[in-house]
């Protein structure tokens, strides 16, 4: 799973909505909504701004996270622990 999946399903749980009643909000397949908490589908920006109004997260960390999802696991730990000390999560 991606750390971009992992972080917007647990804030979907969080606020307590499904898949599909969030591809509702966003206008987009529940699948696909599947696909991107797996980590096997990279949603376009549109599709993840959406998605951070609709679960309340800032956009840049959703975009940031998608970067690091898609850096080499060599430097993405180092990414991710400089970005959780910047964003203070």
Do not use: C, H
């Not at 979907?12 to 909505?17: D, F, H, L, P």
Request: proline letters at 4%; aromatic letters at 4%; zero cysteines.
């Amino acid at each position: 799973m991606s750390e971009l999946g992992k972080l917007i399903q647990r804030q979907r749980n969080n606020v307590g909505i499904s898949q599909e009643a969030l591809a509702k909000l966003v206008d987009y397949g529940r699948q696909n909504i599947s696909s991107i908490e797996s980590g096997n589908l990279s949603p376009s920006d549109d599709v993840l701004a959406r998605i951070a109004s609709e679960l309340e997260i800032p956009f840049e960390r959703l975009q940031a996270l998608k970067i690091i999802d898609k850096t080499p696991p060599e430097i993405q730990s180092w990414l991710f622990e400089e970005l959780k000390a910047r964003l203070g999560s």
